[in-house]
């Protein structure tokens, strides 16, 4: 159940709200927007993700009202925003159903399962309604995945539909989109030190794009504000000075920062899971997102037995 349609390559403009995940595949003109799933196979489901574009109306609203009830709460590190509503908090955004999963997986990622920040809470929801308007999730599951590697302590993920019964057969197919984070080079898996902090600058630079962010940090409130507070939030987390980086825009810096404060923790982590670095680099996936399509017989019938996921990997991811 290999899918062979080109997946879109993913930017993640995760403040700015910009629609930039444009497909790639050949035919996917013909299909936009009126794409629908013929049959319930996952291959055929993946292959509408990768393919069929969406338009999705959200709020960046939600994010700012917990963001002050934090700042309320005096806890260190907040920021708070002067306005939580108004036409300054909409965004509208446009991608393939497999690019916006992927958008949504990032934005909303997290630490040990709490978001970095609450901004892109609201763009989850308006994905998957987007996804269930053109698939019947009876039967079906869509899990999009996000994480630096196996059991990395951030992670995003958006999962569309119910998860299986026990016991079911279940098909599968994977497609991939990649996050904009380089691959590895050889000489960053050399050793478990190097490697880690290779691991740790890519998840910085997912979650905190620096060009884009020194972009966002120069704009107007609310789009400032979002930036500082995000910043803020990692800051708290990694226990990382990155006040004055931000104040002055400085954005490389900043990263910088971050990822130093995050490497011995990855590095900590990559050494209990694995035997070797060359181990520990070929599990690394920070610079792609996995979206798994799962069905089974909602009424109770067999699939002919569970199979592995069909991967269709997009150019450019690891």
Same mark, same amino acid.
């Given at each position: 159940?290999?899918?062979?349609?080109?997946? #879109?390559?993913?930017?993640?403009?995760?403040?700015?709200?910009?629609?930039?995940?444009?497909?790639?595949?050949?035919?996917?003109?013909?299909?936009?927007?009126?794409?629908?799933?013929?049959?319930?196979?996952?291959?055929?489901?993946?292959?509408?993700? @990768?393919?069929?574009?969406? +338009?999705?109306?959200?709020?960046? @609203?939600?994010?700012? %009202?917990?963001?002050?009830?934090?700042?309320?709460?005096?806890?260190?590190?907040?920021?708070?925003?002067? %306005?939580? *509503?108004?036409?300054?908090?909409?965004?509208?955004?446009?991608?393939?159903?497999?690019?916006?999963?992927?958008?949504?997986?990032?934005?909303?990622?997290?630490?040990?399962?709490?978001?970095? +920040?609450?901004?892109?809470?609201?763009?989850?929801?308006?994905?998957?309604?987007?996804?269930?308007?053109?698939?019947? +999730?009876?039967?079906? %599951?869509?899990?999009?995945?996000?994480?630096?590697?196996?059991?990395?302590?951030?992670?995003?993920?958006?999962?569309?539909?119910?998860?299986?019964? #026990?016991?079911?057969?279940?098909?599968?197919? +994977?497609?991939?989109?990649?996050?904009?984070?380089?691959?590895?080079?050889?000489?960053?898996?050399?050793?478990?030190?190097?490697?880690?902090?290779?691991?740790?600058?890519?998840?910085?630079?997912?979650?905190?794009? *620096?060009?884009?962010?020194?972009? @966002?940090? =120069?704009?107007?409130?609310?789009?400032?504000?979002?930036?500082?507070?995000?910043?803020?939030?990692?800051?708290?987390?990694?226990? *990382?000075?990155?006040?004055?980086?931000?104040?002055?825009?400085?954005?490389?810096?900043?990263?910088?920062?971050?990822?130093?404060?995050?490497?011995?923790?990855?590095?900590?982590?990559?050494?209990?899971?694995?035997?070797?670095?060359? @181990?520990?680099?070929?599990?690394?996936?920070?610079?792609?997102? %996995?979206?798994?399509? =799962?069905?089974?017989?909602?009424?109770?019938?067999?699939?002919?037995?569970?199979?592995?996921?069909?991967?269709?990997?997009?150019?450019?991811?690891?």
């Amino acid at each position: 159940m290999v899918v062979n349609a080109a997946v #879109d390559a993913a930017v993640f403009f995760l403040l700015l709200g910009a629609a930039v995940l444009g497909v790639t595949a050949a035919d996917a003109g013909a299909r936009a927007d009126s794409a629908v799933v013929e049959d319930d196979r996952p291959d055929a489901v993946a292959a509408v993700l @990768a393919t069929s574009t969406a +338009t999705v109306n959200y709020s960046l @609203a939600p994010g700012a %009202r917990r963001a002050n009830v934090r700042a309320d709460a005096d806890e260190h590190g907040s920021v708070r925003f002067e %306005r939580t *509503a108004g036409p300054e908090f909409r965004r509208t955004t446009r991608g393939s159903l497999g690019g916006l999963l992927a958008r949504a997986a990032v934005g909303t990622a997290g630490f040990d399962g709490a978001p970095v +920040t609450h901004a892109r809470d609201d763009l989850r929801r308006a994905v998957d309604g987007a996804v269930q308007e053109r698939i019947s +999730t009876v039967g079906l %599951r869509v899990d999009a995945l996000w994480r630096p590697y196996p059991g990395a302590p951030v992670e995003g993920r958006v999962a569309v539909g119910g998860a299986p019964p #026990d016991g079911a057969a279940v098909d599968a197919a +994977t497609l991939t989109v990649p996050t904009g984070a380089k691959p590895l080079s050889p000489d960053e898996t050399r050793d478990f030190a190097s490697l880690s902090g290779a691991v740790a600058d890519r998840t910085v630079e997912v979650l905190v794009p *620096a060009t884009r962010m020194r972009l @966002a940090l =120069r704009d107007d409130a609310p789009v400032s504000t979002f930036a500082r507070y995000r910043y803020a939030r990692l800051a708290a987390e990694l226990d *990382a000075p990155v006040t004055d980086d931000v104040d002055d825009a400085d954005t490389g810096t900043a990263n910088r920062r971050l990822a130093s404060a995050l490497a011995p923790r990855v590095e900590s982590d990559l050494r209990a899971r694995y035997d070797s670095p060359e @181990a520990a680099a070929a599990a690394v996936s920070a610079s792609e997102v %996995r979206i798994v399509v =799962r069905a089974w017989d909602a009424d109770g019938g067999g699939r002919g037995g569970a199979r592995e996921p069909a991967d269709s990997r997009a150019e450019g991811g690891r």
